[in-house]
C-alpha cells in the first residue's frame, strides 16, 4: 500500500515514510491510496481472531514494507502492556454496550495509538540508523501517554512539556513517575499557551530544528490512526453476534475527529450495512456537531471543560473526511483548507447536510448533561463512566432507534476523580496502580516561560 496527501501534491509514499514524516511537504495530511473494501468471507475470516491476531491482519492491509513476522512481533509487544487479556473489552452496562478502551498503561484511550507508535518508531529508527528527538505540550491527558509510549527506548528521547502547577495530581504523577533517561518533563511556569507557544517557536526555528532532528507524535499521524481501526472491528464481532444483528452503530465522544476518523475508515471497510452510522459526540466545543447539524464548521473559542481532552476547536483530522467526502479531490480541499485559514470558518450547502448525515448522526452534550449521565449510570447500573465517555453515551442514548449501541470509553474514571466524585456524589477509589504512583519518586525539571531556556535545554539533553 502506498500513500498519499488530501491536497493531492504528494503521492507514492512507503507506509515506512508516512510514518516518519507525519505530515505531507504539501501541506495536507497523508492517506493510503485506497481503503481496502473487504468482501463477506474476508470480514468472517476475522471474526474469530483474538485482538493480537486481528490487529496484524488488518495492518497487513495497509503495511507492505516491513516483513510480516517483524510485524507481527510489534504488535504482540504493544498489546502487552495492557491489563485486560482481550485488550479492548466489550460490557454490556443497561442496553449500551461499552467498548472499554482504557486498560492500557495510562488508562487512556491515547495508549492503544501510542505503544504501537513507540514501538514501531524504534523499529523504524534502527532500520534506517537515525535518531529522533521528540518535542511536545500537554495540558496534562495525552502527555503520559507519549510518554509511555516511548520510555526505554533506543533513538528516541521525549521533551513534554506541561504547565507547571497546572495539571492534575493524577496526571502530574503519571508524567513524573516515568525515570528512564531518554524522557524529560519539562514544567513550564506558565500555561498550556504558554507551553504550546513555546512547542510552536521551536518547530518554527527550522535550522534548530534540522540540527536536534526534532519531530511530533501528534494526532495526524497516520500510525495512530491505525490502531484505532482495529477495535471497531473487535466490537462489532462482539456486539452482532450477541445481538444476532448484522447493523449497529457506534457511538464515539470526539474533539480533534481522530478516533472518529478510524471509525469512518472501519465503516467503508466493513460497508455501511454493518456500521449504520457514527454518532459523533462533543462537549459544549461543538464545531463538530455544529458541521454536521447545521453544515456550519466555525471557529469559536475554547470553553473548558469536564471533559478537557475534547475542548478542541480546529479538528486536525478533519481535512482526512472532507477528502473522502470529496471523493478524493485534492484540489478542493486545498482551496477550502485556504479558505478555512483566512476565514475560520467553512459553510456547506443543504444537499452537502445531507450526505454527511448518511455518515453521521451528531450531538453536542452539555456540562449538566455529563454530569448526569455519569450520576445516572452509577445510580441504575453501578457502573462508572469518565466525563468523555459520558459526553458519548448520552449523545448515543438520545438516537435510538433499534440499532444496538457500542460507545466508546476513551478514559477511565480514575483519571479524573474530581468530576466524577462531584457526579456521583461520594469519594471515589482510585486503582492500586494509580494509588501506588503516590509513592515513586518523580523526576521534572521546572523551566521559566521562555523560549531560549527550553532551546538550551533541549541542546543539552538531545540525542545526536
Ligand atoms: C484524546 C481524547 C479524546 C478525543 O480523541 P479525538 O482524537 O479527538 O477523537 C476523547 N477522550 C479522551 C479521554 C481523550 O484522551
Not at 491527558?141 to 495530581?169: C, E, Q, W
Not at 540540527?211 to 497516520?222: C, D, E, P, Q
Not at 454518532?279 to 469536564?306: C, H, M, Q, W
Not at 453536542?364 to 450520576?375: G, K, M, N, P
Request: charged fraction near 25%; glycine fraction near 6%.
Amino acid at each position: 500500500m502506498k500513500y498519499k496527501s488530501t491536497r493531492g501534491k504528494v503521492e507514492g509514499l512507503s507506509f515506512s515514510e508516512t510514518v516518519l514524516e507525519g505530515m505531507a511537504e504539501d501541506g495536507g495530511l497523508i492517506v493510503p491510496e485506497e481503503i481496502p473494501v473487504l468482501s463477506e468471507k474476508e470480514i468472517e475470516e476475522l471474526r474469530p481472531l483474538s485482538y493480537q491476531e486481528l490487529a496484524f491482519k488488518l495492518f497487513t492491509y495497509f503495511v507492505d514494507d516491513i516483513p510480516k513476522d517483524d510485524l507481527k512481533a510489534l504488535v504482540y509487544a504493544s498489546y502487552q502492556t495492557f491489563r485486560a487479556k482481550e485488550v479492548t473489552p466489550v460490557v454490556k452496562v443497561g442496553d449500551v454496550y461499552i467498548l472499554e478502551l482504557f486498560h492500557g498503561p495510562t488508562f487512556a484511550f491515547k495508549d492503544i495509538a501510542l505503544q504501537f507508535l513507540g514501538n514501531l518508531l524504534e523499529y523504524l529508527l534502527e532500520k534506517k540508523g537515525l535518531k529522533v528527538n521528540i518535542l511536545g505540550a500537554t495540558s496534562g491527558d495525552t502527555g503520559s501517554a507519549a510518554i509511555y509510549g516511548v520510555k526505554g527506548k533506543k533513538n528516541i528521547a521525549l521533551f513534554m512539556l506541561h504547565p507547571h502547577k497546572r495539571v492534575s495530581f493524577i496526571q502530574e504523577l503519571m508524567m513524573t513517575t516515568v525515570l528512564d533517561e531518554n524522557i524529560h518533563n519539562l514544567a513550564i511556569q506558565g500555561t498550556f499557551d504558554d507551553c504550546q507557544a513555546i512547542v510552536k517557536s521551536i518547530f518554527m526555528d527550522l535550522p534548530f530544528k534540522k540540527k536536534f532532528r526534532l519531530t511530533a507524535v501528534n494526532s495526524i499521524n497516520w500510525a495512530r490512526l491505525l490502531p484505532q481501526i482495529i477495535y471497531y472491528f473487535y466490537a462489532y464481532f462482539r456486539v452482532s453476534e450477541l445481538e444476532n444483528k448484522k447493523s449497529l452503530r457506534f457511538s464515539v465522544p470526539t474533539g480533534n475527529f481522530g478516533d472518529i476518523f478510524a471509525g469512518y475508515v472501519a465503516r467503508r471497510m466493513l460497508g455501511k450495512e454493518r456500521i449504520e452510522r457514527l454518532i459523533l459526540a462533543t462537549n459544549e466545543n461543538d464545531i463538530l456537531a455544529r458541521f454536521v447539524n447545521a453544515g456550519d464548521y466555525s471557529v469559536r473559542n475554547v470553553k473548558p471543560t469536564i471533559s478537557p481532552s475534547m475542548d478542541i476547536q480546529v479538528a486536525s483530522n478533519f481535512e482526512r473526511y472532507l477528502y473522502y467526502f470529496y471523493n478524493e479531490n485534492g484540489e478542493k480541499v486545498r482551496n477550502l483548507m485556504q479558505t478555512f485559514a483566512k476565514e475560520k470558518a467553512l459553510r456547506f450547502s443543504e444537499e452537502e447536510i445531507k450526505r454527511v448525515q448518511e455518515d453521521f448522526l451528531a450531538r453536542s452534550v452539555s456540562e449538566e448533561e455529563t454530569l448526569q449521565c455519569i450520576a445516572e449510570f452509577y445510580r441504575r447500573y453501578g457502573y462508572v463512566l469518565d466525563p468523555h465517555t459520558a459526553v458519548g453515551v448520552k449523545a448515543g442514548l438520545s438516537f435510538r432507534d433499534g440499532y444496538p449501541l457500542v460507545c466508546l470509553a476513551t478514559a477511565h474514571p480514575a483519571k479524573f476523580p474530581e468530576t466524577v466524585s462531584k457526579a456521583i456524589g461520594q469519594s471515589f477509589k482510585l486503582p492500586e496502580e494509580v494509588e501506588r504512583l503516590k509513592h515513586l519518586p518523580q523526576r521534572v525539571e521546572v523551566l521559566p516561560n521562555d523560549v531560549e531556556a527550553v532551546k538550551a535545554y533541549l541542546a543539552r539533553w538531545a540525542i545526536l
